[in-house]
């Protein structure tokens, strides 16, 4: 669908709405000709028309959107999820008109409904559920006697469902509109069920099988106590610990889990901080603050199995890292040092007798969890300025990770884990100067670490390569200034071997170490010694960053490499030589990757921007024979137009004005803005006029043509409607998605040039 | 049944078999770890190694001149001599009585010239073709390399164990040196491998008709088998290096060795804590990391084997890595022959490899690697080579055990910049022992053993599905580790079936012989009337004369057709067989004027009373008693009548 098409922005509304209605007027007598996706359209288009226009609310409307709801629900068209969800859309949407409650009744809209309780379409579900909760809040709120009545039966027919159906999903569903409903109309709810009777059933419920069900009848249990917390009949310690005893060790976890998500300030106590660790201190073996000795049994016991070990330890680390999210230190640090010990193929020290070894040896879902735990540790003992909070065992646990990163058959997910926490970690011992010999082993500990990241940054694999080089760019972003960290990169020759990655073979890896690179040339003694170690020069450096922008084969390395030389623009640095840098922009304008082009056209702005803001051109442009005006005292707007001139001669201008006609959408918006700030100031200094059209017929340049003059490009910018053009290229899809009066307009327009017998396919 | 036990090294094998009258040598392994005792022979002059002191023994008192033959490097004692090699213990028994050998890969030929020649060794010698080519390849470029620079003198005094027991530790520790053997000649090579006979996987030889031997695939390397050795009534299977793990070769075929007698297991991984993929990747790294940092990488190896493993996983990470314009050179006398040879034994590869032949491709990528020049292969460092060669680069020659061949020369020469690499991937010899005679040496040392046969959890594993009766293993497997004294799970499970051996130990296999089987020659089983005993068993009376010849047994009709009569008429016996039918008895009885005859069950069987006689006669399953008072002619008549209801044969 054509959706540039400007003539149908000049219609009347009147003419609007008479095609509005036409068009959907057609859909319930040809709907059984209409292709689905058409039919799903209309009802959403429905939808949106009342989301955004408060529209269909006349009986004719109405009519309408009985008509089409009727038609959909027909079985070949129901079976469509598409279909069912625009249609439970809309009727919630509807549900905001007054009396549309007896049009939902009318469609027998709440059996359809319920009975999408449970559809295999998660969105039909999802639509159906907001439907039902919609209905009973609409219907509490609606006081006419004829409806208000409906929410008892709906509460009623849900509590049916949750007593008696065997249908899981279903079940599921119920608990979320019952959460839903519990923070919107608690007291209705409750008014309507027995308290008593409603905990029962999810006492029930949480013990199932079910790990949905009983998850679901968890968080309803919590949304009930914080919506009646006066309640004493909830005691959720008492439920936690009936859940451990009755063996559900994983659904009273999970409820300390959703308690802690959920920030309960009334349990201040921390229980559930306490229940949550508990495994972890169980197959560490140290016993530090154990539970009563009941609930300590219930866990040991449970997590005799390795399925069951390994769910409970899932479950305990999610937890902590949740709180070190939240800024809370559940003390478990030495604890977790342990368990990655415990899931180490290498560790030779004493967890090697642990009964749980055999059940959490080379998991990688423990491993990853457990260092994202470190990490959050790391993270918070990093932004706890005092730095009394780091432990013992920080030293230990970093030469683990060093340690372990050095195992060849790891996994690439664990390798990039550790690295993420590695980060933090050496930060760390910086802020606390634990790089001096103030701690003995830490030396060490970083040259083990220099060895395997040499090694780690040639892998096998290249997500791992990829990972290293980020890393090593990363130390050198946040650490290069101190200088043990600096003399440790040029060390283990992580600058040079970081340079040698942009050759590698595979793009990813190229593009990280180009970022990489941006890094290390930022701290000039890592710099100059690369340059020294692998003997080679800056041109020779930015000879090779552009043969990427011009030749590589992936896009990720172009687009990286592009970033590169826009940050050294950025700094100063020495872009030599610089013709040849906007020579390969100018090329790189034409190619095929839209980031890339954007990445360009960002170049050109910055270009732009620091040659007509400033008094003089930047140093590198020294050479260039257009600065040679600026020497001298010139006219203001006799200066300005130097500078487009040498705007021109670089080749800015004719990128611009090529990428105005890219293929891609966001090429020509980002290309217009430029132009439209330049055309701005070209008017502001004289060179153009405004409201002065160049009648001229001759096709605009493109970017083949070198050497674009002044008046040429003035001529362009003059010539071109910039500010419709910008206005069409800002479009986007969820403009259309959410303004659907812009795809009417489409509608209409082909509309009328049918009726014009001037048939132009829009589609 | 004997086993003897001539190699003290597992992985080295070498086993003599007596069964059923043949004798069947079992892998004719050489242990070169004597070797590391030897100085090594540069292919140019080296000033350093000729410069190092000479070294006797201070309070040496003996006759012999010592002077010239020891040579100290370091803490380490060097033999300046030519190496010799440790052979098995052939004079165990006279080699001349040996059937047949049966080679089970190529790393276990390499005793084979002293085996075969100059012993009166007159047997035949089975393997497999890429077994024999590998095996030439082998032992030729170990001559090659051996007499490429011949020693002048040779070293003997030192040998004596007064002045061995002075020497400095490893070298003391050496195993009776004296019966160490220098290197053998193209000549015997030849002559050796001219008697080998090439067999198939499954094909079934014949062993004087005493037993029949099978080679079946043992996924170690190309062409590498396990034997099985079956008579009529026993089966033996020998393990020997096998692998479980996808490479290039053939995978290991189970089914030929399952439920045999007697299982002889060999050759498992001498390292076996480390995991051959992760060596492989670590190799890679390094090579890697060495290149990037502008550096040489030498690989000490063999020319085949695990070798082609190595080009293929490396030119592969080194594409990854963007250093696909770094070259790799292979310099060995037979690189030429083992690239060529590895791409036309397309039926002895894993199905990967072999499907690429219908492609048409090469199976193995280094056939591509040397099309487009990424990898060059010459027979020594003269000549083309130093046109082609340039650093950095990766550079994979012999010999693994660096004390011939051209990576002595590589290590002189880029032994002196901590940017180079030398990465050990062979086995064969401890590498920090190897390196000891060029030490102080700058050149980074990286172990990356690649083994990839069975190690002792699948070596288990597969004890476990095969289940043979009996197993020998060497002691060595039944504890752990030198090295690991407390990984215990570093051994074969042993149980009371379990025997192990020792070097030079002769093992009794405990198998009894049985049965034979024997031939009928179809005429005489045409006269046989065979009678149904039970459904699906008939027996039938035979004499014949039992011909054996070539161990196999042929019954043949005897040969005078009158002692054929009269064995048939006169000599012939009659057996009854059968159930006795008590109403057909009775009524025979009857037949015969004993009509008072009265029939009683009882717990065994019958008891018939001839009241009128005073007899009583006990039918049971299996006998029969008659009591009848002494009266000798009515128990002859009662016995008559009875052998009259039974059925005869």
């Known amino acids: 669908m054509s959706t540039t098409n400007h003539g149908a922005a000049t219609l009347t509304c009147p003419q609007l709405l008479i095609a509005q209605k036409r068009f959907l007027h057609q859909v319930p007598h040809t709907s059984s000709v209409l292709d689905t996706q058409v039919y799903v359209f209309a009802v959403r288009l429905m939808g949106q028309l009342v989301a955004n226009y408060d529209m269909l609310q006349t009986p004719e409307e109405k009519y309408i959107v009985t008509a089409c709801v009727q038609k959909a629900t ?218 009563e000795s009941g609930q300590f049994a219930a866990i040991a016991k449970s997590i005799s199995k390795k399925s069951a070990c390994l769910e409970v330890t899932g479950i305990c680390l999610g937890g902590i890292e949740q709180l070190l999210q939240q800024g809370k230190d559940p003390c478990s640090f030495a604890a977790l040092h342990t368990l990655l010990q415990l899931t180490s193929q290498e560790c030779q020290c004493d967890v090697n007798h642990s009964q749980y070894r055999k059940f959490l040896l080379r998991q990688p879902k423990i491993q990853k969890a457990a260092l994202r735990c470190l990490h959050q540790y790391y993270q918070l003992y990093l932004n706890d300025e005092t730095g009394i909070g780091i432990p013992d065992a920080f030293v230990g646990s970093a030469q683990y990770l060093v340690d372990s990163l050095g195992c060849v058959d790891l996994d690439v997910t664990i390798v990039s884990e550790m690295l993420k926490c590695l980060l933090p970690a050496i930060k760390l011992a910086i802020c606390h100067s634990l790089l001096s010999a103030e701690i003995q082993m830490w030396p060490e500990v970083l040259d083990l670490l220099g060895g395997t990241l040499q090694k780690r940054l040639c892998d096998m694999h290249w997500e791992t390569r990829d990972s290293t080089v980020e890393f090593v760019g990363k130390i050198c972003q946040s650490c290069a200034d101190d200088t043990t960290v600096n003399m440790w990169i040029r060390k283990h020759n992580l600058h040079t071997l970081s340079w040698e990655c942009v050759k590698d073979g595979e793009s990813y890896v190229r593009a990280g170490a180009l970022a990489t690179v941006g890094h290390l040339s930022r701290d000039t003694t890592i710099w100059e010694n690369m340059k020294i170690v692998k003997d080679i020069s800056q041109e020779d450096v930015v000879h090779h960053i552009l043969t990427i922008i011009s030749t590589d084969t992936e896009g990720f390395a172009r687009r990286a490499a592009i970033d590169l030389v826009m940050r050294w623009h950025k700094d100063g640095n020495q872009l030599q030589p610089i013709n040849d840098v906007y020579r390969t922009m100018v090329a790189a304008t034409k190619d095929f990757d839209w980031e890339v082009k954007l990445g360009v056209l960002t170049f050109w702005g910055n270009i732009i921007d620091q040659v007509l803001s400033n008094d003089t051109l930047p140093s590198y442009a020294i050479n260039l024979e257009t600065s040679k005006k600026f020497k001298g005292v010139v006219p203001e707007e006799k200066e300005f137009e130097t500078k487009v001139e040498m705007l021109c001669s670089i080749g800015c201008c004719q990128a611009l004005l090529f990428s105005v006609e890219d293929y891609e959408q966001s090429v020509r918006k980002k290309a217009c803005e430029l132009l439209t700030a330049l055309k701005a100031k070209c008017l502001d200094n004289g060179l153009i006029q405004a409201n002065s059209r160049s009648k001229s017929s001759d096709p605009l340049p493109t970017c083949g043509e070198i050497n674009m003059t002044t008046p040429i490009f003035l001529d362009s910018i003059q010539r071109l409607d910039l500010e419709v053009l910008l206005t069409e290229n800002s479009k986007s899809c969820d403009s259309y998605e959410n303004n659907p009066m812009d795809l009417l307009d489409d509608i209409l327009a082909s509309q009328r040039q049918d009726e014009e017998d001037n048939a132009i396919d829009c589609y | 049944m004997k086993l003897y036990c001539l190699s003290g090294e597992p992985s080295k094998p070498c086993f003599i078999l007596k069964f059923k009258t043949t004798t069947i040598m079992l892998d004719s392994g050489l242990d070169m770890g004597s070797l590391l005792n030897f100085l090594p022979v540069p292919l140019v002059h080296s000033s350093r190694l000729s410069s190092l002191k000479k070294w006797k023994p201070n309070d040496y008192r003996g006759s012999g001149k010592i002077e010239n033959e020891l040579r100290a490097c370091g803490t380490n004692v060097f033999v300046d001599s030519a190496p010799e090699f440790t052979l098995p213990q052939l004079d165990i028994l006279d080699l001349s009585e040996v059937d047949v050998i049966l080679l089970s890969n190529s790393y276990s030929t390499l005793a084979l010239p002293y085996v075969t020649e100059y012993s009166g060794f007159k047997g035949m010698i089975y393997a497999t073709e890429p077994t024999l080519q590998g095996g030439r390849q082998l032992m030729e470029e170990l001559v090659h390399y051996v007499e490429r620079m011949p020693k002048g003198s040779t070293a003997n005094v030192w040998k004596n164990a007064d002045i061995l027991r002075c020497l400095p530790a490893p070298i003391k520790d050496a195993a009776n040196p004296l019966a160490w053997k220098q290197c053998y000649s193209l000549h015997d090579v030849n002559s050796s491998l001219a008697k080998v006979q090439m067999v198939g996987f499954n094909e079934k030889l014949t062993v004087f008709g005493a037993v029949t031997v099978t080679a079946s695939s043992s996924g170690y390397c190309i062409g590498s088998c396990n034997w099985s050795i079956q008579s009529d009534y026993e089966k033996i299977c020998y393990v020997a290096a096998s692998s479980t793990l996808t490479t290039h070769p053939q995978p290991m075929e189970h089914s030929p060795l399952r439920n045999s007698d007697v299982m002889i297991m060999s050759q498992l991984t001498r390292t076996p804590t480390v995991n051959p993929d992760a060596m492989i990747g670590e190799f890679c790294m390094t090579t890697a990391l060495t290149l990037r940092n502008g550096g040489n990488v030498l690989v000490p190896c063999y020319p085949s084997g695990v070798t082609y493993d190595l080009f293929e996983c490396l030119s592969v990470h080194m594409d990854s890595c963007g250093l696909s314009q770094v070259p790799m050179f292979f310099i060995s006398p037979v690189a030429d022959s083992s690239l060529a040879y590895s791409n036309i034994f397309a039926e002895w590869l894993s199905q990967g490899k072999k499907s690429k032949v219908y492609l048409p491709e090469a199976p193995f990528p280094h056939a591509e690697l040397v099309n487009t020049g990424r990898l060059k292969h010459y027979p020594g460092i003269h000549g083309p080579f130093s046109d082609e060669f340039r650093s950095p680069c990766v550079m994979f020659t012999g010999h693994p055990s660096l004390r011939f061949g051209d990576v002595v020369h590589f290590i002189e020469l880029w032994g002196k910049s901590s940017g180079n690499t030398i990465i050990f991937t062979e086995t064969d010899f401890p590498y920090l022992y190897a390196l000891a005679p060029f030490q102080p040496l700058l050149m980074k040392a990286v172990h990356c053993p690649i083994d990839t046969s069975l190690n002792f959890g699948q070596a288990n594993k597969l004890i476990r599905d095969l289940k043979p009766r009996h197993l020998v293993i060497s002691e060595r497997y039944s504890h752990p580790p030198a090295l690991h004294p407390h990984r215990n799970d570093l051994v074969i499970e042993t149980d009371p079936k379990t025997i192990m051996y020792k070097p030079g130990s002769v093992l009794n296999l405990p198998i009894k012989r049985t049965y034979e089987r024997v031939e009928i020659e179809p005429e005489l089983a045409a006269s046989l009337v065979p009678t149904e005993v039970k459904p699906g068993v008939a027996v039938a009376m035979v004499a014949g004369t039992l011909v054996t010849k070539d161990n196999k047994h042929v019954l043949k009709a005897p040969s005078d057709p009158k002692s054929k009569v009269d064995g048939l008429e006169s000599g012939r016996r009659y057996y009854v067989w059968g159930e006795l039918d008590m109403q057909e008895f009775v009524s025979k009885l009857a037949q015969h004027g004993i009509t008072d005859v009265k029939v009683e069950d009882s717990a065994a069987g019958h008891i018939v009373h001839l009241p009128s006689d005073d007899t009583l006669i006990q039918i049971e399953e299996g006998s029969t008693h008659i009591i009848c008072e002494g009266n000798e002619g009515l128990r002859v008549r009662l016995k008559d009548i009875l052998l009259q209801c039974l059925s005869k044969l």
């Not at chain 1, 009727?91 to 905001?96: A, F, I, S, T």
């Not at chain 1, 309780?117 to 039909?124: I, K, M, T």
């Not at chain 1, 509490?140 to 159906?165: A, C, F, G, N």
Request: proline share 3%; charged share 20%.
């Open chain 1, 74 to 291: 027909e079985a070949e068209k129901w079976s469509e999820p598409s279909i069912r969800n625009a249609v439970f859309t809309l009727l919630r949407l509807m549900l905001k008109y007054k009396g549309a409650l007896d049009l939902v009744i009318k469609l027998d809209a709440i059996h359809l409904a319920f009975e999408s309780l449970s559809d295999p379409s998660l969105f039909v579900t999802g639509s159906a559920q907001k439907l039902v909760t919609k209905l009973i809040i609409t219907s509490v709120t609606d006081h006419r006697q004829s409806t208000s009545e409906i929410h008892k039966s709906l509460i009623k027919q849900l509590w049916v469902v949750l007593r008696s159906s065997s249908d899981v999903a279903k079940k599921a569903t119920v608990l979320k509109i019952f959460q839903d409903l519990f923070h919107e109309i608690s007291n209705v709810i409750l008014e309507e069920v027995n308290s008593l009777d409603f905990l029962q059933l999810l006492n029930k419920m949480i013990r199932c099988d079910s790990a949905v069900l009983s998850r679901e009848a968890a968080t309803l249990c919590l949304v009930y106590k914080r919506s009646n917390p006066a309640d004493s009949s909830l005691d959720l310690r008492s439920e936690v610990c009936n859940l451990m005893h009755s063996g559900h060790v994983h659904v009273a976890l999970n409820l300390c889990r959703q308690l802690l998500l959920r920030e309960y300030q009334h349990l201040a106590d921390g229980w559930p901080q306490d229940f949550l660790r508990q495994p972890l201190i169980i197959v560490c073996g140290t016993f530090i603050n154990p539970l």
